[in-house]
């Protein structure tokens, strides 16, 4: 096998010796030249040598779709085709609107759509391809648009409540996902809850659970932050929520996003819950007299645990501090024996407290 640092190093060597003598090229001795000469710098004659070294492929963006792929697509259009539930039929569109949206597939994603297709086959106990697998909770919903903001695609996780009737109204449950590079490509975040084992968890069960994909990671500014009011809206338009009964809760980054966003909006949310929120973020700009005054009257729940990062404790005192301060009678501070962990019985435990309150 070629080693291409040694065949680097060897070629960096030879060109950086002092050039000899070149014998001088008559035009008739030139006609007999194989090639012609190629004048390249020192990076570009590195980078060349580079990608014939390890394979070109290496170190080009693949822009392609695999047979699987192409045959998991095609599986989805059939599905939404046959669908006789007009929900099934959007998710199983969004899906696709999410795929189409990629300009090009990297070899992760084709690996990626690849998994979700064996599942849709093959999986046994909540196969996706079944509308009762999200009628039961067991799978995530995708709920897709196209953003009037940027006219790009997004969207969001969506999971039904427990026992749904489309005809009533319900709570509605927005979570802020975490700094989590899953949430670096739509690909990736799209497929994770289907590649991963069924869902068995019970938070949010009265209710829409909703997990925008905020466009990544970008601590819900910007276009982070408007990508989860579109998701709202979204859903608005194909179900009933009661807007008496909206939430907002966040984990680390997402507990971040719930404090800075509901004081935008105090009057939208009849609770927020802070899950080892990290509120430091930013120089701890917001964690203000000023914004705990317009959440005074918002019950608001914490959680961390014990061995969480001193920034985040302190930030989370301090929040919790001024929210006393300013006068708000609903709050709750729980704390768990951990560092900087995700438990479903913490989630449970806020969940449970959160849906004890409605707004007036």
């Known amino acids: 096998m ?6 680097i190093l060897n070629f960096e060597t030879r060109i950086s010796e002092k050039e000899k003598p070149q014998k001088k090229v008559t035009n008739s001795s030139r006609i007999h030249m194989k090639k012609p000469p190629i004048h390249l710098d020192r990076l570009t004659f590195l980078l060349v040598l ?9 170190c ?8 699987k792929t192409k045959l998991f697509k095609e599986k989805l259009s059939d599905l939404s085709e046959s669908a006789d539930n007009k929900y099934f039929k ?19 994603d084709n690996e990626i759509l690849e998994k979700l297709y064996d599942v849709f086959l093959n999986d046994s106990l909540a196969n996706p391809s079944n509308f ?34 489309a005809e009533k109204e319900y709570p509605l449950y927005v979570n802020l996902h975490g700094l989590w590079d899953v949430a670096d490509e739509p690909i ?23 997990t925008p994909w905020a466009r990544g990671n970008q601590w819900y500014h910007g276009i982070s932050k408007i990508d989860m009011w579109e998701s709202i809206a979204e859903l608005e338009k194909i179900a009933k929520v009661d807007p008496k009964r ?5 984990f680390s980054m997402g507990g971040y996003g719930t404090w800075h966003i509901a004081q935008e909006s105090a009057n939208t949310w009849a609770a927020i819950g802070i899950h080892s929120g990290a509120l430091g973020y930013n120089g701890s700009k917001y964690i203000t007299p000023e914004y705990a005054e317009k959440l005074k009257n918002t019950p608001t729940y914490f959680v961390w645990g014990d061995k969480e990062d ?4 302190k930030g989370n005192i301090k929040a919790h501090k001024l929210l006393e301060k300013a006068g708000n009678p609903n709050l709750k501070i729980a704390i768990f024996k951990g560092g900087h962990d995700y438990n479903q019985i913490d989630l449970e435990n806020m969940y449970n407290w959160m849906r004890t309150f409605k707004k007036e």
């Open 132 to 165: 009762d697998s999200y009628l039961n909770r067991k799978r995530m919903m995708i709920l897709a648009w196209v953003s009037p903001t940027d006219n790009a695609v997004s969207f969001s996780w969506l999971r039904l409540p427990k026992d749904w009737d």
């Open 2 to 7: 070629i080693n291409a640092r040694t065949t």
């Open 246 to 250: 909206k939430y907002l809760n966040g």
């Open 310 to 313: 001193d920034l985040l404790i």
């Open 90 to 108: 959007i998710h199983l569109k969004s899906m696709l609107q999410v795929i189409n949206a990629e300009k090009s597939f990297s070899q992760k």
């Open 188 to 210: 990736n975040y799209m497929s994770f809850t289907f590649i991963e084992n069924p869902l068995t968890s019970t938070p949010f069960e009265d209710g829409f659970s909703l």
């Open 60 to 67: 080009v963006e693949k822009n392609y779709e695999s047979e």
């Open 50 to 58: 580079y990608c014939l070294t390890i394979g070109f492929h290496s």
